[in-house]
């Protein structure tokens, strides 16, 4: 929970604009089944040549696989309203965990004392 994520994916579809969902999940065996970890959803539109598709999100929940309180099974990335008959094709799935650079911005004015180059 707290830590930025993000999600990349190469998609391909069968017909213009079809509509998928992507949407991280805990993965089960606990108590808290497979409620969504993160806070939101990618809902994307796939066209009949590969694209690429990136998006960030944060964490909402902590997952920690076989930990034996929870129980949980680890996190996952459900796929959803891929239509019937249309099937996708998906390639190069990642998801990184993102740290900001923390870096200031700082600027200083470079000037000649004289008209010489």
């Given at each position: 929970?707290?830590?930025?994520?993000?999600?990349?994916?190469?998609?391909?579809?069968t017909?213009?604009?079809?509509?998928?969902?992507?949407?991280?999940?805990?993965g089960?065996?606990?108590?808290?089944?497979?409620?969504?970890?993160?806070d939101?959803?990618?809902?994307?539109?796939?066209?009949?040549?590969?694209?690429?598709?990136?998006?960030?999100?944060?964490?909402?929940?902590?997952?920690?696989?076989?930990?034996?309180?929870?129980k949980?099974?680890?996190?996952?990335?459900?796929?959803?309203?891929v239509?019937?008959?249309?099937?996708?094709?998906?390639?190069?799935?990642?998801?990184?965990?993102?740290?900001?650079?923390?870096?200031?911005?700082?600027?200083?004015l470079?000037?000649n004392?004289?008209?010489?180059?």
């Amino acid at each position: 929970a707290g830590s930025q994520y993000r999600f990349s994916v190469d998609l391909k579809g069968t017909i213009s604009n079809q509509k998928v969902i992507f949407i991280p999940r805990r993965g089960g065996g606990g108590s808290n089944l497979y409620e969504p970890v993160s806070d939101r959803t990618f809902e994307l539109f796939v066209q009949p040549e590969w694209r690429r598709f990136s998006g960030i999100f944060l964490a909402t929940k902590t997952v920690q696989a076989n930990d034996p309180q929870t129980k949980d099974n680890g996190a996952r990335l459900d796929v959803q309203q891929v239509q019937v008959g249309r099937p996708i094709d998906l390639r190069n799935l990642q998801l990184v965990q993102v740290r900001s650079a923390g870096t200031t911005l700082r600027t200083h004015l470079l000037a000649n004392s004289t008209p010489q180059t």
